[in-house]
């Protein structure tokens, strides 16, 4: 696992500055601890770190590689460009990497039951991919919308073996699906391990999955300066609860290199129907963290939306909201119909359908790119495939 | 001392027990909600407990969850919950308490919440996901006037009891079982966690909550504890009648009958 030189968070209470922390009930405290105490006995553990190492290469399919996108890049004619190609993990996005470390955290601290929560389907689908391998029962909370939204990923969940848990309250999406889940922990404790699927949730969750995603960012370093000989300039990520963005990011928090995330601006800023937390949002406390909320006045979580099921989410992980208040990455949001144009260009362009919520990352290159010169490196983290997405990106070509 | 504790350790002290009732915040109705919230007082509510409703309650089962859906859409927020609390104040003198989430409660401001919490009459205060390690960032000091109760769970420790019992003030708030609220009683609530409760909280009054719904169920939890929580079998009922809610008010009497002469 990754150690960096000053950058040493969260503290020893789960803090990232002010966010972070553990805001769930009472039944929850002891469990969280024993979960803290277990992981960080284990993730010095030379034999768990070389399980985790084989499946990651053996199963997984690491390391990804790093594509120097030449057509974008003589698009643009700026810097060079190159995608981190999380897309090609086995089940088709960075999920994976954190369903693995924890199925193996699950499996040591002796659970036989494993539930999750989902909104597109990615994590879900990686969570049931895992609790198969390692013989788990497992139960996915899924929104009745998101069930309807991404009827593919249902059906491999569930020959997957894994029960899918249709969630009725609330608004019937992810934040639901994560307080049924949430809910459904607190009551069999004792058996279940609750694998979440973002860098969300209260302590040592955020650290924990942030730990699992960062090979991401290590590759990446390792790759770039094998072919470059040097750091990249700035790296672009798509945020929703942001595993993927801290996966990539963490290794170079210590390096002059700028972090860009990408929220979701749904139909745009300027309407309510986005999800961009971390531009439009305000501290609050929600599923466990202190964190960048978005919230009415009256302290409510506000129903949000974004064209990419993985994006659509109220909150954000604590460690964004640190990270955004200490000006350490910088945080922008494109609209929907900026993404959708992004996954057709990238497609035609470099031959790689993205997932709707890599396109974000990738429609981000538009602005920054004319600012750049020559002899600049950007990489996008391509957090995954879009094959999940055909049904939204088929209107592009009709 | 602490006005709760006080009430509590006054009818302890006649040998009988606590009654601690569960109201959403202006739920069901919001026009008569105090007219409600002074039957039940009547009916033999020792306690009242006013939820402010939150869109994502976490430690709530699907009874209570629907109430505060209902009441955030009638528009009930903390100021009118403040303003229930004020006009309750005029007729009862006993302690009333506000349980909630910590969003609405951060949003509405910290220090501004602890003074008009205390303005409007309102004596403790239940935030069932700021658990005792989060309070002293959350709370700072200006609750000096409320009484902060906290909870303990099957799953928490001897050790972490004690603590608990140290820091919190008004009563321990223990949770019978592993779950949520307003479970059926599948779950048997362990014996041994209830023997622990008893023996390890002593410097405050304790109540048992979660899964309380009949005299049958106060029965099994009585001989460990001071008083009973009810709360998602009087939503339940609340959701089944119109005013004046009379099965309601019944249950609350039979609730409170099985708490007279127990020690």
């Keep these: 696992m990754n150690v960096l030189n000053n950058y040493n968070l969260p503290d020893v209470k789960g803090h990232f500055g002010k966010y972070g922390g553990k805001f769930v009930p009472e039944t929850l405290i002891t469990p969280l601890m024993e979960l803290e105490e277990y992981y960080n006995k284990l993730k010095t553990d030379i034999s768990f770190l070389e399980e985790l190492e084989k499946l990651n290469t053996e199963y997984s399919g690491r390391p990804t590689p790093l594509t120097f996108a030449s057509n974008l890049t003589k698009h643009y004619n700026g810097g060079k460009i190159y995608l981190k190609r999380e897309d090609l993990c086995h089940t088709g996005a960075h999920k994976i990497n954190n369903a693995i470390g924890q199925i193996l955290v699950a499996k040591g601290m002796g659970k036989d039951r494993i539930i999750a929560e989902t909104g597109a389907g990615q994590h879900g689908v990686a969570v049931a991919t895992v609790c198969a391998k390692f013989s788990l029962r497992c139960s996915i909370f899924m929104g009745e919308e998101d069930i309807k939204r991404q009827m593919p990923n249902v059906l491999r969940m569930k020959m997957l073996g894994a029960e899918i848990i249709e969630v009725t309250s609330g608004t019937k999406t992810l934040k639901d699906a994560a307080n049924e889940a949430i809910r459904d922990w607190v009551s069999n404790i004792e058996n279940t391990h609750y694998i979440i699927g973002s860098v969300v949730g209260p302590h040592p969750y955020p650290m924990m999955v942030r730990d699992f995603q960062s090979i991401i960012g290590k590759e990446t370093k390792e790759q770039i300066n094998k072919l470059e000989g040097k750091n990249p300039d700035k790296i672009i990520a798509c945020v929703g609860g942001g595993s993927n963005a801290i996966g990539i990011f963490y290794p170079f928090i210590e390096d002059d290199v700028e972090l860009i995330g990408v929220e979701a601006a749904g139909k745009g800023l300027e309407f309510k129907e986005n999800c961009a937390t971390l531009t439009l949002g305000k501290d609050g406390i929600f599923h466990g963290m202190r964190s960048y909320l978005l919230q009415n006045e009256f302290g409510q979580v506000e129903e949000v939306y974004s064209i990419s099921a993985g994006l659509d989410y109220p909150g954000v992980g604590p460690e964004h909201s640190y990270l955004k208040d200490e000006k350490i990455v910088s945080y922008f949001s494109v609209t929907d119909e900026e993404a959708l144009k992004a996954a057709k260009m990238l497609s035609k362009a470099e031959g790689i359908i993205p997932a709707l919520e890599s396109a974000h990352a990738i429609a981000y290159l538009k602005y920054i790119m004319p600012k750049t010169k020559n002899d600049e490196i950007i990489i996008v983290n391509l957090s995954g495939r879009g094959d999940k997405d055909m049904e939204t990106y088929k209107n592009l070509f009709v | ?263």
């Design chain 2, 1 to 263: 001392m602490s006005i709760i504790k006080n009430k509590i350790k006054a009818i302890n002290d006649k040998g009988d027990k606590v009654l601690s009732v569960f109201l959403t915040s202006g739920f069901p109705n919001k026009i008569n909600f105090t007219e409600l919230a002074l039957n039940i007082f009547n009916a033999g509510a020792d306690i009242l407990e006013i939820g402010i409703p939150f869109s994502d309650p976490i430690a709530d089962g699907s009874v209570i969850q629907k109430s505060s859906q209902l009441a955030l859409k009638k528009g009930i927020n903390i100021s009118l919950t403040f303003d229930y609390v004020q006009e309750i104040r005029k007729f009862s003198t006993k302690p009333i308490i506000l349980m909630g989430y910590a969003n609405p409660i951060l949003a509405y401001g910290i220090e501004r919440f602890a003074k008009d919490s205390f303005k409007s009459g309102v004596n403790g205060l239940i935030i069932p996901d700021i658990p005792v390690n989060e309070q002293k960032v959350f709370y700072k000091n200006h609750f000096n006037n409320l009484d902060i109760i906290s909870l303990v769970a099957p799953t928490t420790p001897v050790n972490r009891i004690k603590m608990i019992d140290g820091e919190s003030s008004g009563f321990v708030y223990c949770v019978s079982i592993n779950g949520i609220t307003g479970i059926n009683s599948d779950k048997e609530i362990n014996e041994n966690y209830l023997e622990t409760i008893k023996n390890t909280i002593t410097k405050n009054k304790t109540l048992v909550g979660f899964g309380i719904s009949s005299p049958n169920d106060a029965k099994k939890v009585l001989p460990f504890c001071d008083g009973i929580i009810v709360g998602s079998a009087i939503i339940k009922s609340l959701f089944k009648e119109k005013s004046p809610y009379q099965k309601t008010l019944n249950l609350v009497r039979e609730l409170k009958n099985s708490l007279f002469n127990i020690n």
